[in-house]
């Protein structure tokens, strides 16, 4: 089971599974889509499973791409003329789908939404926090635990408070 977008075939488990699989081997896919998205890659792969490993392919929702059935001439033409049918939609969707993330994205943040984690203010005594920390009254773990911060973010907090408080 991968459960990794298709995006491309350098999927652990993807991998995994062409380690595990041998000739007259049946792989069930749900949907080409759930093999790949990119049009060549989808071709080579298919490739490489029914040529090179001998393997059976069955994709449950495309009943002319199960290549156990009509291994004639007639049936293989079939089965590639569809495969690449399919791993054209298939891409093409992909594509479609980061060109309409990429608009989305872009109009969110011309709408001035901001993206991340919401940045954590500092403590209104963290000059006092700081002071008692260099001066050794307050160990690090108190000093985080008083500010409400992580170790990173303390010390990138501590690195523009010295910024913008020069002694």
Known sequence: MDKQSGKDFDRPQYRK??????MGDLLYILSIDRLGRNYAEIQNQWRILTKEKGIDIA???????????????MGTFIADLVLQILSFVAQNE???????????????????????????????????????????????????????????????RLREYRLTHKK
Not at 59 to 73: A, F
Not at 113 to 142: A, H, N, S
């Open 94 to 156: 992909r594509e479609n789908i980061r060109k309409r993330q990429a608009e989305g994205i872009a109009a969110a943040k011309a709408k001035g939404v901001r993206f991340g984690r919401p940045e954590r203010e500092m403590p209104e005594d963290f000059e006092q926090i700081v002071l008692e920390w260099e001066q050794k009254r307050l160990t690090f773990e108190k000093a985080l635990e008083r500010c409400g911060m992580s170790e990173s973010t303390f010390y990138r």
């Open 59 to 73: 994709v449950l929702d495309m009943p002319l791409l199960d290549t156990r059935q009509d291994k004639n001439l």
């Open 17 to 22: 599974l062409m380690k595990k699989l041998k």
